[in-house]
């Protein structure tokens, strides 16, 4: 979930979330960072004496610079934080802004070589990742991931991470961004209409067809869906194939390798995408409908399932009725000779921090990030905004709503069975083509194979531009 804006997430903080966890072509450009400049000595003088209680040699006294997105999460998590970095080092003095457009704010800084000490680069106006690092702008996170976490300085940082936060913010085999927040993709439903009817989750698609028959028999639609923006649709078919195919289906599909969109797995899935509208299991309309549309249809009892992400429950704050009890759970397997289990999620993290390299006291930003991502600063935040921070077990013993308790719990069953797409982040142009594929399989003018093909095409137009910028994985 990236909040741009308050209360209400909009629809595009789907695609800006996959963004923040790669590299956000969307994001305006550095212009006129092209070296990394700055005073190496500064770097050198701002680093203090290290120790077990100080072990990234935070130099004592040293004011701190904190800018913080402030969107649909607030910064009172963040305020608590420097709060407790002032706790551990309390000659130092914290500047905290919270502000909106982080690109249009920062991006004169840091061609000036005044960036801040740690950065919340989150937003629809964020800076470019790719842009700052080619220009030698962020330091390397590998310090902070390997220093001691603050729960347990037996362990490193970074094995206090939920899987893939490492990976989602590596670039050209460095880290430079960590990210706060995490984010799993299902299906939903109220767990107190099921009990009434006695229907039980679906883990394989037969059993959710054969579900879908009995919902339809008691005169509520199966599905629904946000029918504008078809992406939303993708995640289940994507989270199909990938259970099906494994990890290997999912590098081929991002390394744009030649008839990656016809692998059988992802055939398959697009014909269970394909089923459901030919057995009448969608809400009459969905096609139509937007986000806010298809979720109030859904929340209002019109449909039994809906696919999205887990902000879907702070989202639909004061829409859904009292008693509704919302509840994600995991895509159904295709089949018995799946690569990864039942439980295996489409997951991914987002709302992303930066320590510049040319930074007054950056040894206080990562000590910033250490404290941040430590179990009393990740419990805060999702306490203030019911939503699941990437640092493992965080949310253990806390009283949570049924969305987010059921998120936490899909992903514990998860455990390092998680997977997430690349290419929506890395070829924006590949991204619409499989949206608007979809739509047209979820409307039935198309056909599995005839999606696989239109898909197939436009991957193999990005992989024979010389002009984009190719990643692997």
């Given at each position: ?283 009459s309309g969905s096609e139509a409908l ?134 929506r982040t890395w070829y924006a142009p ?44």
């Amino acid at each position: 979930m990236d909040p741009s804006s308050t209360p209400v997430v909009r629809r595009t903080s789907r695609r800006r979330l996959l963004q923040a966890a790669g590299v956000g072509l969307a994001a305006p450009a550095l212009t006129g960072c092209v070296t990394s400049g700055g005073n190496d000595d500064d770097a050198a003088v701002a680093k203090g004496r290290t120790s077990a209680e100080n072990p990234l040699g935070v130099p004592e006294k040293t004011p701190l610079e904190v800018v913080i997105f402030k969107g649909g999460y607030g910064d009172a998590y963040a305020t608590n934080a420097e709060a407790l970095y002032q706790q551990r080092h309390p000659g130092a003095t914290i500047d905290h802004k919270g502000i909106q457009k982080v690109g249009e704010a920062l991006q004169p800084r840091f061609v000036a070589d005044t960036p801040p000490d740690v950065v919340d680069n989150t937003g629809a106006g964020r800076l470019d990742l790719a842009t700052l690092v080619g220009a030698g702008k962020l330091t390397d996170l590998a310090e902070l991931l390997d220093a001691p976490s603050i729960d347990d300085p037996a362990r490193k940082l970074r094995d206090t991470l939920l899987p893939g936060v490492v990976e989602d913010g590596t670039l050209d085999g460095k880290v430079y961004s960590l990210n706060f927040t995490y984010t799993a993709w299902g299906l939903w439903y109220s767990k107190p209409l099921f009990d009434r009817h006695g229907w039980s989750y679906p883990t394989t698609w037969e059993a959710m067809l054969a579900l879908c028959a009995e919902i339809k028999k008691a005169g509520i639609a199966p599905w629904t869906y946000q029918g504008k923006y078809p992406e939303y649709l993708n995640d289940p078919l994507l989270a199909m194939a990938a259970k099906a195919g494994g990890q290997d289906l999912v590098r081929a599909v991002d390394n744009l390798q030649p008839g990656a969109w016809k692998q059988q797995p992802l055939l398959d899935a697009a014909g269970a995408v394909a089923e459901l509208a030919g057995r009448g299991y969608l809400l009459s309309g969905s096609e139509a409908l937007s986000h806010t549309e298809s979720q109030a249809a859904w929340s209002q009892g019109k449909a039994a399932f809906i696919p999205c992400g887990s902000w879907l429950e702070a989202e639909q704050k004061g829409i859904t009725p009292d008693g509704f009890d919302m509840v994600m759970g995991a895509v159904p397997a295709l089949g018995a000779g799946d690569k990864l289990p039942f439980g295996a999620l489409l997951a991914a993290s987002s709302e992303s921090f930066l320590v510049p390299a040319k930074a007054k006291n950056p040894r206080g930003g990562l000590e910033f990030l250490r404290i941040l991502f430590s179990q009393p600063a990740a419990r805060k935040f999702a306490e203030l905004n019911s939503t699941l921070p990437s640092v493992a077990g965080a949310t253990d013993g806390l009283t949570v709503s049924t969305g987010l308790g059921s998120v936490r719990g899909a992903v514990a069953a998860a455990g390092t069975n998680t997977f997430t797409y690349r290419f929506r982040t890395w070829y924006a142009p590949l991204a619409k083509a499989v949206d608007d594929a979809t739509g047209e399989l979820a409307t039935r003018r198309i056909s599995p194979a005839q999606w696989a093909d239109r898909i197939q095409q436009a991957a193999d137009a990005i992989a024979k531009d010389t002009t984009v910028t190719k990643y692997r994985r």
